[in-house]
């Protein structure tokens, strides 16, 4: 069976010859959802009523597998995901109690998903690493918090 590095590389360690000095692993999950905004202040055509489908990616980040060699069942970031999502979807984003004095732009967007996974996320062994939203193809915000140290 394969021996997967875990958080910390040890001395003499394969990896560490490699100039490895830690692991971690990412995941990424997406998801979409359609909703309305305006973005007051902003000048220009995106002050008017429009709406996207927005495009969502959650990306986690641990250190230590299970013993089934995951960080976390995708299936339970999935689900978080959408959970989240489904308060936000087919609705009017500036109506929303947590876009109360701000304006719903995709970074207040991610901040907003990021901070609802990571209520529930937090008792798992991971991070939250960062939540991207996509207004589309080409356009995108990341919210991506500096932890002040690893897992």
């Known amino acids: 069976m394969a021996q997967y590095p ?32 305006r973005l007051v202040g902003s ?7 429009h709406g996207h489908n927005f495009q969502v990616t959650l ?4 250190q230590n597998l299970n013993q089934a060699g995951m960080l976390v069942d995708f299936g339970d970031l999935k689900k978080t995901l959408r959970s989240t999502l489904a308060e ?10 947590a876009f109360s004095g701000s304006s719903p732009s995709s970074e207040n967007i991610a901040r907003f998903i990021w901070g609802r996974v990571n209520e529930v996320l937090g008792s798992l062994n991971v991070k939250v690493a960062s939540v991207t939203v996509s207004e589309s193809d080409t356009a995108s915000a990341r919210f991506e918090p ?5 897992l």
Do not use: I, M
């Open 43 to 49: 000048g220009g055509r995106c002050e008017t009523v």
């Open 88 to 97: 936000l979807d087919h609705s009017d984003l500036n109506e929303h109690p």
């Open 146 to 150: 500096e932890f002040s140290r690893d």
């Open 59 to 62: 990306e986690v980040k641990g």
């Open 6 to 37: 875990q958080g910390k590389v040890q001395s003499g360690d394969l990896w560490q010859e490699r100039g490895v000095s830690g692991v971690s692993y990412l995941l990424n999950v997406r998801d979409v959802f359609s909703a309305a905004h």
